[in-house]
């Protein structure tokens, strides 16, 4: 049976590693740990999908069965890698909610990614050890799938393996929550902490949001209905002993497409399952692909190639006297939030909306509506 999905899942699987990757270093300088393991192990795992669909396309022969090894434990890491991940991004956005000091020392920014470390790379490595106890046998081969961990249909697999994607979801959600009731209440401190902040503006924050958000709302769902999956397709059996789990262990089961292609809701889990990952890279590029940081990074690798060839980049024009109108219109935008959570009677000072420009203040304050009310005022009043 033909795969309808070839070779347009390879080219997708093939672009989230790529694209998921390409950001890495500037938020590498920011310190932002918790987006920088979302990439690794989003890319990483894009990566093991392109190459499992590549290399059993249309068969299921035991090619390699040492990366086969590999690839299923890289499965197992991503699983609960991406949602570790996305909970680092929740609770660091939550503690610069309620952030009280206006900087952040060098050695708070270590301690903070020694935890982000310890939950997306030790945690997953622990994960990946507690799947031997209910892996019944090496693994399977699906055809146009390609490796495949094979874990017993026992009652502990649920609490060693089924549970912790919801349960890192369902805890990345509180923080979630917590996070925007923190921003309504101190909208204020909150909005002087990005003005001192250099590595995290005010769009960032809410494209980390809104990335985090939408990875609760895929993986969630995605083991919730594999729990579900897991206990309806096939009978739950009893664990009887260790012996009994891992008896035949280095046998490895073939499966060709016809079969698990037949069973519905079977083929619903295995497609949804693989095509997530690439999906979440994708959305990933999405938020931080198109960013003001990203375009001036494409920029200057642009010109770092394009000088070798002789070219320059034209001068550009300055204006000292008035900031630009794109300077303007993207500093409106930029403090939308601020506005919104805004209480009628608070009004957003000119040196808020403006805080980069060396000009902007002395010009607004000259120009600004409210200077021009108060000078007729006074002159009425005269």
């Not at 300055?318 to 959570?341: D, E, K, M, Q, T």
Request: aromatic share 14%; hydrophobic share 50%.
């Amino acid at each position: 049976m033909a795969d309808p999905t070839y070779p347009l899942f390879s080219i997708f699987a093939f672009m989230g590693f790529l694209l998921s990757i390409i950001p890495l270093p500037w938020h590498l300088q920011a310190w932002n740990s918790g987006t920088c393991f979302y990439m690794m192990w989003a890319s990483l795992a894009c990566l093991n999908q392109f190459i499992n669909s590549i290399v059993w396309a249309g068969n299921t022969l035991n090619v390699a069965p040492i990366w086969c090894e590999i690839s299923i434990r890289i499965m197992m890491g991503a699983s609960v890698g991406l949602p570790a991940a996305s909970l680092c991004i929740n609770r660091r956005l939550y503690i610069i909610a309620n952030v009280r000091a206006v900087s952040i020392t060098r050695a708070e920014k270590s301690r903070a990614v020694l935890v982000d470390a310890l939950i997306c790379v030790l945690f997953p490595l622990i994960y990946i050890a507690l799947q031997y106890v209910v892996q019944g046998h090496r693994f399977d081969i699906y055809e146009d799938i390609g490796c495949f961990p094979a874990l017993y249909n026992t009652l502990p697999t649920y609490f060693l393996s089924s549970m912790w994607p919801i349960i890192i979801g369902l805890i990345s959600a509180v923080y979630c929550v917590l996070s925007l009731r923190s921003f309504a209440r101190r909208r204020i401190e909150f909005s002087h902490f990005m003005t001192s902040n250099k590595s995290l503006t005010l769009s960032r924050y809410f494209r980390l949001m809104a990335l985090a958000m939408t990875e609760i709302l895929f993986t969630t769902p995605l083991a919730a209905f594999s729990i579900w999956l897991n206990a309806t397709a096939t009978p739950i059996g009893p664990w009887r002993s260790w012996a009994d789990t891992h008896f035949n262990y280095s046998r490895v089961r073939l499966i060709p497409a016809i079969l698990w292609r037949s069973n519905r809701l079977l083929s619903a889990s295995m497609e949804f399952s693989r095509w997530v990952v690439p999906l979440c890279a994708l959305i990933f590029f999405v938020f931080f692909g198109f960013a003001d940081e990203a375009r001036r990074h494409y920029r200057l690798a642009f010109w770092a190639v394009v000088k070798r060839l002789g070219f320059k980049p034209a001068p550009k024009p300055s204006h000292a006297g008035v900031p630009s109108i794109g300077y303007v219109i993207s500093s409106v935008l930029r403090n939308i939030p601020f506005i919104l959570f805004s209480s009628p009677v608070t009004m957003v000072r000119p040196r808020n909306l403006f805080p980069h420009h060396p000009h902007t203040n002395k010009w607004l304050h000259r120009n600004h509506p409210l200077r021009y009310l108060q000078q007729t005022q006074v002159k009425n009043r005269l």
